[in-house]
């Protein structure tokens, strides 16, 4: 479909970037969130942590997931101004 799309996660989204966290999140017969993130980084889209949400969360040293990036909130801003349409829950 020739999209490149980028998942940014901010505020208390980031709570389910814990080891072992998003895998207990499952609906019916869907695949756990877990398993959900794993194909999304097995397809090359990339998965960013605002750093900003991280410190309000008071998490100086927190271990997230293996392939998401920390980044600079100024981050999202590149993302949406660069983006050809932006989706948020």
Known sequence: ???HPKLYYLG?????????????????SFPSLG???DQTL??????FVCEASK???GWD?????KGVKIVGAATLN???L???ATMWF
């Open 42 to 47: 097995e397809m090359g889209i990339e998965i």
């Open 78 to 80: 590149d993302l949406s």
């Open 82 to 84: 660069d983006a050809g």
């Open 12 to 28: 208390q989204g980031l709570r389910v970037l814990t080891p072992g966290t998003a895998e207990k999140v499952k609906l019916g």
């Open 55 to 57: 410190q309000m969360l």
């Open 1 to 3: 479909m020739g999209l």
């Open 35 to 37: 398993e959900m993130m």
């Open 61 to 65: 040293k927190v271990e997230l997931r």
